[in-house]
């Protein structure tokens, strides 16, 4: 995509003429790791370089080492003193902010190189892609924390319908004790009482039993001496007649 560009200045350093064509071979090729290496070694020999400066930001760049790249042509912007210089930077700057999908900055820093070159065609279509890609991040944004509220919101009801049937089920199960304990009462009082064992009163004791034996013999005893006592009278006056 276009906003992925970045500017690049090929040159050949008067202080690191093989140095610096090696590491434009070396960013060409892809090398990037090399690439840095070669341009932080130039710059050693020639630090205020504003070019290998600019080379290396996109290099670093291109490693994803956003945070070094920006702070790289931070120095390079200080170091040039011409428009179209500093609106490459804060072009290629916009990139970096435009990769990370940072669409505010990035169009702060296509601003400020359109300011310094109102021509410049790319930093003007790369400033409306990135306020269209804002706009779109905006809306996910809202839609997302809509879904989330609305997911919430049922959660929060799906809750409040648990506990409501779980206080109709609690509700019901002490109804339904109730009930049974009711009926329970209605039918024990239904029950005919039980009857307690009532003693026969043609059951008699051992003793009982016994005493009624003893009078018995008694009076047989004595039914039977009234019974001799006859008998004897009966055989004297027999005697007597004849």
Same mark, same amino acid.
């Given at each position: 995509?276009? &906003?992925? $560009?970045? *500017?690049?200045?090929?040159? $050949?350093?008067?202080? /690191?003429? !093989?140095?610096?064509?090696?590491? %434009? ?12 290496? *070669? &341009?932080?070694?130039?710059?050693? #020999? ?5 070019? *290998?400066?600019?080379?290396? /930001? ?5 490693? =994803?080492? +956003? /945070? ?13 003193? !011409? ?7 804060? +072009?290629?700057?916009?990139? *970096? ?14 601003k400020n190189a359109l300011q ?10 790369? &400033?409306?892609?990135? &306020? ?7 809306? @996910? ?19 409040? #319908? ?5 206080? %109709?089920? #609690?509700?019901?199960? @002490? %109804? ?11 039918? %024990? ?12 009163? !043609? ?7 016994? #005493? $009624? ?7 047989? =005893? ?21």
């Amino acid at each position: 995509m276009k &906003y992925l $560009i970045l *500017i690049l200045f090929l040159f $050949i350093s008067p202080s /690191g003429k !093989d140095k610096a064509r090696d590491g %434009n071979k070396a960013y060409k090729n892809g090398d990037y790791a090399k690439a840095e290496e *070669i &341009y932080r070694a130039a710059l050693k #020999q020639d630090p205020n370089n504003a070019k *290998i400066l600019f080379n290396l /930001g996109n290099t670093l760049a291109k490693e =994803k080492k +956003y /945070g070094e790249a920006l702070s790289t042509f931070d120095q390079y912007k200080d170091l040039v003193k !011409d428009s179209g210089q500093m609106s490459h930077a804060s +072009y290629n700057m916009g990139n *970096i902010y435009a990769d990370q999908k940072k669409w505010g900055k990035a169009m702060s820093m296509y601003k400020n190189a359109l300011q310094m070159d109102p021509s410049d065609t790319q930093a003007k279509y790369n &400033y409306e892609l990135a &306020y269209r890609k804002q706009k779109q991040q905006q809306k @996910k944004n809202k839609n997302r924390n809509k879904n989330n509220k609305n997911n919430k919101n049922n959660k929060n009801g799906k809750n409040k #319908q648990n506990q409501k049937n779980s206080q %109709n089920k #609690q509700n019901q199960n @002490k %109804n339904n004790k109730g009930n049974n304990k009711q009926n329970g009462q209605n039918q %024990n009082q239904g029950q005919k009482p039980k009857q307690q064992p009532q003693s026969n009163p !043609d059951k008699m004791s051992k003793a009982d039993a016994d #005493q $009624i034996l003893k009078a018995l013999q008694n009076q047989e =005893k004595k039914l039977l001496e009234n019974f001799k006592k006859k008998k004897t009278k009966s055989t004297k006056k027999n005697a007597k007649d004849w």
